[in-house]
């Protein structure tokens, strides 16, 4: 098949290539929507326009092609717009939420950004630096876990307020990289919106023990992954606890290391395994239509408030009063992009 790229600004190219390496023997980078080639993978992002800025296109390539796959990347923020998936065959996407789930979606893993380092063996844990680190933003629910982890050393931490201030140490993604090399316990604490971030899919690369979060309405891991080993946790507070008793045990850490890293070399093969399926299996036109014809998605009015709702079950009350008190990138942008559907 061919792959399509409609965006040149996506951070997840290496994780994409990766999953599609058995499927894909030509790619092109069409940014003027031009490419009417038929057996073809599309690839959108929500962060380059929004999905209703592509239905002139896609509905003419229905009308010249006989098969049609999507894969809609960077979808975080639940931007809405899921009318157009009613064009294809089979729609593949990432970041799991209940407002695209149907016959002829399949959601895979946001895996990790570019530049990762994915080959060679992994450092040993009773080899690392770091008994736990972290580098980002420090919002929402990170205040809560870097106040938890501090005090459990020895540790690497490192973050700015916000992307949108002065001030703070950012690292290369090679320093990045070297980091989580050397450290035992990765904290996943939420990204902008959601729960899944890249981070996770980085310290599993790199061989960390990740930890997550859950939320009383939402074990959002479990519901992407299945069955998985990653420590989860409701508090930074339990997940501080269980860290600190983990290191008294060094062959137990290596256990877990081992364990983690084999479920997730089965994980990617089957993830791999369920994107050629999609793309290459029956068609589910019929019942993308039934989806893309839901009120809901034709209506942004009805959209918006269950869009909201959705982003809520990623929050903790903590998280949404920091963000409410300092309002900014992440609010704003929802504010801006329901005007503009609202608009549409």
Partial sequence: MKLVWHADNLLEVDWLRDVLRDLIEEECTDLDLTCFDDDCIHVVSSNWQPLHTYEAYFRECRARCRRLVLLHTSDEWFSGGYALYRHFDAVIRNFATGLARHEGIWTIPEGYANGTRTAGSV???????????????????????????????????????????????KLTKAGFDDVLESTVFSPCPMGNVILETWRLYESLELGCIPIVETRASLDYFTGLFGSHPIPSFRTWGEARDYAQRALAGRPSLLRKQSEIADWWSAKKQQVRRQVRDAATGPSHQAALRRFGSLARNRYPTLHEPLRLMELL??????????????????????AREGLRNLRA
């Fill in 313 to 334: 079950r990623h929050q903790t009350g903590a998280g949404v009063m920091r963000r409410i008190k300092r309002p900014g990138g992440p609010l704003r942008r929802i």
């Fill in 123 to 169: 450092r040993p844990i009773t080899e690392r630096q770091y008994a736990w680190s972290f580098t980002g933003e420090i919002k929402a629910s990170r205040v809560d876990m870097a106040t938890a982890f501090a005090g459990l050393e020895p540790s690497f931490l490192t973050g700015t307020t916000s992307i949108y201030e002065d001030g703070g140490r």
